[in-house]
């Protein structure tokens, strides 16, 4: 994989774990009530608008990465969000990550060492 490629991977791994972190930030305010008064909450919370960005984002840059490599290799290699998704999930918001979770982690990310070596 050349190094555009992997930068774009990287930038991809970011802006994918910033937005589902930005969204969790934004659904989580224990003041945002029920029904439409939370809806009506979180669209006024600047977390959710950063979820978005980061989404709009991460669609180019996932466009971007997948004209460089085969789509096979680019859907395994971006397994890895959920790796890093787990680990900000749970120093940020102090999520479990229970020994079966740790052990897929590590599953998932010994199979993105796989894919990313046979490039």
């Known amino acids: 994989m050349g190094s555009l490629a992997t930068l774009l991977w990287l930038v991809n791994v970011v802006l994918d774990t910033s937005g589902?972190?930005?969204?969790?930030?934004a659904a989580s305010d224990p003041q945002d009530g029920e029904g439409l008064q939370r809806w009506k909450h979180m669209f006024g919370?600047?977390?959710?608008w950063l979820g978005i960005a980061c989404y709009v984002l991460e669609f180019v840059a996932w466009i971007a990465f997948l004209s460089l490599v085969p789509l096979s290799q680019g859907v395994l290699l971006g397994s890895i969000n959920i790796v890093a998704l787990m680990v900000a999930g749970r120093i940020l918001f102090r999520e479990r990550l229970t020994p079966l979770r740790v052990t897929g982690m590590l599953l998932v990310s010994a199979g993105v060492a796989v894919v990313g070596a046979g490039t």
């Open 20 to 25: 589902q972190l930005a969204f969790k930030a």
């Open 45 to 48: 919370r600047p977390w959710l």
